[in-house]
């Protein structure tokens, strides 16, 4: 089962990680590898929407490999990487995905999943925005009305896409209105609920969190810009002998995997009568039509 790592957990890991790999990837029909570790840092939004929790028994039992998850936000996951402190990364913010591989800090990149931001706010709805249809203008018109805003303020993947709204509406989101809480999409979520204040989440962990009793409100969805894709890239071995590439392609071969895109599709049908996140892999696409 996956543990939680604090960031001091890892490089105490690292230490005391052999230098050496496993060796050919197995299929999900090979003798399990005992005694085997990977690292996957990935955002808050895979942890806090209980994905994680749902798919990742599944691998560890058919591979016997241990996945010890750091959910950190998307820009940190990208430095454990950079830093050779992570063997896998599992993240969604396209452009800053990238520019990681461009540097050479990954090998291997792949679509896994894709859902959307949702703007949301308290069902009053001080500021006036529910139904708009961009982004764009009802963030404008929270900055105008100066009502209260939680940003995630963590180079999160949520965050970068906030700010890239922000610089769509012309306003530099700066004032006391606006709240830069430099903490996780649960979390804030939390912040903005108890100070009946506007956000930008994931869906995902928004409708998870709906299940624990918050009261905001998706106002202003839809917006092709809210389009938020998953990808999953495998860090460079050059980043020492500690980096477990092997095991990282096995688990890369297996997300992307019918089967394991199947388990995505599933997940959350049965708690909201729609899945949390949509399948996007290469083999999912061929398999259906380029859906």
Known sequence: MKKMLTILAILMLLAGISSACAGDEPTPTAEPVAGTRLILATTTSTQDSGLLDYILPVFEEAYGIDVDVVAVGTGQALELGEDGNADVLLVHARALEDAFMAAGHGVRREDVMYNDFVLLGPADDPAGIRGMATAAEAMRTIATTEAPFVSRGDDSGTHVKELSVWETAGIPPEGD????????????????????????????????????????????????VLFNPYGVMAVNPDKGPHIQVDLANTFIDWLVSLPAQQMIAGFGVEEFGAPLFTPDSTAWRDAHGGE
């Open 177 to 224: 209105w606006y709240i830069s809480a430099g903490q996780s999409m649960g979390a804030v979520l939390t912040m903005a609920d108890e100070q009946q204040a506007y956000t930008l989440s994931d869906r995902a962990t928004y409708l998870a969190r709906t299940l624990e009793g918050t009261e905001l409100e998706i106002l202003v969805e839809g917006d092709p």
